[in-house]
């Protein structure tokens, strides 16, 4: 009722300009305006170029683009697939068992991400699994720190499912593989699509964790944004992070573009 109201409505606009404005857009266009700066005189950036964009797409910043695709598209299927399957097996416990798994799942993000980069370093560091220095490390740990994202999502729907659908498949004389793959994964499809967004975009953006694990000739795009703006390059570095956030918006919206399909079906 109150945002219905014609108050309301002006309430609800009036949180946005003083919450949302300030806190969440204003920095984010000052970053877009540094981008294209060539000085910074008073409060905000001064001066129009583009070159700073010719650094922020090619060569190390061009190579560090694509390893932080390939390590979130890598790490998004890892972590859907293990979070996804690890739902439906919490599911199909009692009520204790799925609280253990909720409460295994969710340890990796109660914690710093840097507690978690280094058990991954202190774990894969010595033989059998001898990963330091290799891209697998920093894919690993990026899937450890988002599986928890991707197993509540899919947890969240599984519980809000209708279970008639099953039970009539089941009915009909289906078997428990033809009823989980014709049924209930077409009826999670939008939370997973969903899961697969949210944990591409955190992996995108994940830095404390990998500066303690990415061996020089896999450098994710955060790393190359600190190791830019820390020489003192604070316009290109600007450019990279806009670069950084252009591509993960692309790939989200492509993503609920396809959510959307799959919950029309």
């Known amino acids: 009722m ?4 014609k108050p309301g409505r002006w309430a609800a606009w009036a949180v946005f300009f003083v919450l949302f404005l300030p806190l969440f ?31 922020a797409t090619s060569g190390d910043s061009l190579t560090a683009l694509t390893t932080s695709l390939v390590t979130a598209v890598t790490a998004s299927v890892l972590a859907l697939v293990a979070g996804g399957w690890a739902a439906l097996a919490a599911a199909a416990l009692g009520r204790r068992g799925r609280r253990v798994m909720d409460a295994l799942f969710v340890l990796p993000v109660a914690v710093p991400s840097v507690v978690v980069g280094l058990a991954v370093l202190v774990a894969f560091s010595k033989p059998p699994l001898l990963l330091n220095g290799t891209r697998w490390i920093v894919i690993i ?9 991707a197993y509540q999502s899919v947890s969240a729907a599984i519980v809000r499912l209708d279970p008639v659908y099953e039970q ?9 593989a033809y009823v989980l793959w014709k049924v209930k994964l077409p009826l999670l499809l939008p939370s997973l699509n969903a899961a697969a967004g949210l944990c591409f975009a955190l992996s995108m953006g994940e830095l404390s964790a990998t500066m303690m694990l990415y061996p020089p000739d896999w450098m994710p795009l955060p790393v190359q ?15 990279i992070a806009v670069v950084l956030m252009a591509a993960t918006l692309i790939v989200l919206l492509a993503v609920s573009r396809i959510r959307t399909r799959a919950s029309y079906r």
Not at 2 to 5: A, E, F, I, Q
Request: proline letters at 4%; aromatic letters at 10%; a positive charge.
């Open 225 to 239: 944004i600190y190791a830019t703006t820390d020489r003192g390059s604070l316009f290109t570095g600007s450019a």
């Open 25 to 55: 857009a204003l920095p984010l266009l000052v970053i877009v305006a540094a981008s294209f700066a060539t000085n910074w005189s008073g409060a905000l950036p001064s001066g129009f170029t583009g070159g700073h964009y010719t650094a």
């Open 141 to 149: 740990a990026h899937t450890i720190l988002v599986t928890a994202f």
């Open 168 to 176: 009539a498949a089941a009915s009909l004389g289906a078997r428990p």
């Open 2 to 5: 109150l945002v219905h109201g």
